[in-house]
Each structure stands twice: as structure tokens, then as C-alpha cells.
T-cell receptor
Framework: GAGVSQSPSNKVTEKGKDVELRCDPISGHTALYWYRQRLGQGLEFLIYFQGNSAPDKSGLPSDRFSAERTGESVSTLTIQRTQQEDSAVYLC????????????FGPGTRLTVT | ELKVEQNPLFLSMQEGKNYTIYCNYSTTSDRLYWYRQDPGKSLESLFVLLSNGAVKQEGRLMASLDTKARLSTLHITAAVHDLSATYFCAVQGGSEKLVFGKGTKLTVNP
């Protein structure tokens, strides 16, 4: 079946602009995660959704970052007033029902802030 | 706070040789994952290790977990060029999120 998909695959934006990144999880997966990967680094957790609620937002780096999810479907990560340090690959993952189940990762969105 | 350390961060090895990547973590873990990432690609799951003494093997890769030592190893046997990639361990410890190591960039030379 279809895996996790993300769009766009690449995004170049000017400093100060807002961007929206989209994630389509695997159908039937109730848990959804956003991670950030800076160049040459491991992944940093940003936020976790169970259904359309976000019980753990502890990884969001500032109030410029927000995310929402429609039901058990699409999620959008929004970065307002982008800064150069926001440049990274943003990866989305989904799992069947949370911690007891493996996370499956999407291909990522490469964000470049100029 | 859960911390995960991998070493080495860079590994250059010759085809046919054996080597081990180490992953140490700081607090009790529910499960530990090993992932492979090729340049410009997403993460491919290799192994999930759930319990102390767990050992899993796939081809030339073998992963093990020692929960008492808070240590996992990824052993590479008779390396081939196709194994060149970055390998991450990730630990899930009492919460939903995965905490990742910084990765080991493996280069296998002919």
C-alpha cells in the first residue's frame, strides 16, 4: 500500500516568509510525528499527534512553528517568519497507534531559507 | 532526559572487513531502532529491538541489545560497497517520540 507522502519535496523561501509543509500519513495510522533533520545531524522530534490532538508539542523550537492535523489524516506544519536556521529537512512519520508500533517515515521536505 | 550517543560518527572501511557501530543511551528504553539513510533519501527501518539480549540479523548486518548496559551494537560482516550509507539508532523511552543518535556515516571502499 501507499507509504507516507510529503509535499513539497523541496521548498526555497526568502527569510521572513511563511511556509506550509504537508504530510499524508499511511491510511489507518492514528499517530503522526514531525521531525527535523539539520545537515549532517540526526533527527530532532518536533510534535506528535494522536488523531487530531497534539499531546506532545515539546520539540517545537519557537512559537513561529505550529502544526495541525485533520482527523486521522493530513497534517500541516507551518513555519512563520522563516529564518535561515530553519533550513533543514522536515520528516513526517506515522504509526498505527502510537509508541508500541513502528514509525514509518516519509521522504521529507527540504526547506531552504535564503 | 534521554540522550543517545553513537560512535563512531564516521567510518571508512574496506570491502570484506568487519566492524561494529555502537549506540549508548542514557535512560531506560522501551525499544530501540536501527535505520539506514542513503543520501537525499528518507529513513529505512532495519531492526527493532525490544528486549534484553535481543539479536536480529539481516544479510551482513546484525543488531543486538543489552538493556542493562544501555548499549546496542550494529555489526557489519564482510562489508560490501552497497552498505555505504548513514546508520542511525533511535531510542523510544517512555514517551511517544524517538530520540536519535547523530548517525554513523559508513563508507565502504573497494
Amino acid at each position: 500500500g501507499a507509504g507516507v507522502s510529503q509535499s513539497p519535496s523541496n521548498k526555497v523561501t526568502e527569510k521572513g516568509k511563511d511556509v506550509e509543509l504537508r504530510c499524508d500519513p499511511i491510511s489507518g495510522h492514528t499517530a503522526l510525528y514531525w521531525y527535523r533533520q539539520r545537515l549532517g545531524q540526526g533527527l530532532e522530534f518536533l510534535i506528535y499527534f494522536q488523531g487530531n490532538s497534539a499531546p506532545d508539542k515539546s520539540g517545537l523550537p519557537s512559537d513561529r512553528f505550529s502544526a495541525e492535523r485533520t482527523g486521522e489524516s493530513v497534517s500541516t506544519l507551518t513555519i512563520q517568519r522563516t529564518q535561515q536556521e530553519d533550513s533543514a529537512v522536515y520528516l513526517c512519520a506515522s504509526s498505527l497507534a502510537g509508541a508500541a508500533y513502528e514509525q514509518y517515515f516519509g521522504p521529507g521536505t527540504r526547506l531552504t531559507v535564503t | 532526559e534521554l540522550k543517545v550517543e553513537q560512535n563512531p560518527l564516521f567510518l571508512s572501511m574496506q570491502e570484506g572487513k568487519n566492524y561494529t557501530i555502537y549506540c549508548n543511551y542514557s535512560t531506560t528504553s522501551d525499544r530501540l531502532y536501527w535505520y539506514r539513510q542513503d543520501p537525499g533519501k528518507s529513513l529505512e527501518s532495519l531492526f527493532v529491538l525490544l528486549s534484553n539480549g535481543a539479536v536480529k540479523q539481516e544479510g551482513r548486518l546484525m543488531a543486538s541489545l543489552d538493556t542493562k548496559a544501555r548499549l546496542s551494537t550494529l555489526h557489519i560482516t564482510a562489508a560490501v560497497h552497497d552498505l555505504s550509507a548513514t546508520y542511525f539508532c533511535a531510542v523510544q523511552g517512555g514517551s511517544e517520540k524517538l530520540v536519535f543518535g547523530k548517525g554513523t556515516k559508513l563508507t565502504v571502499n573497494p
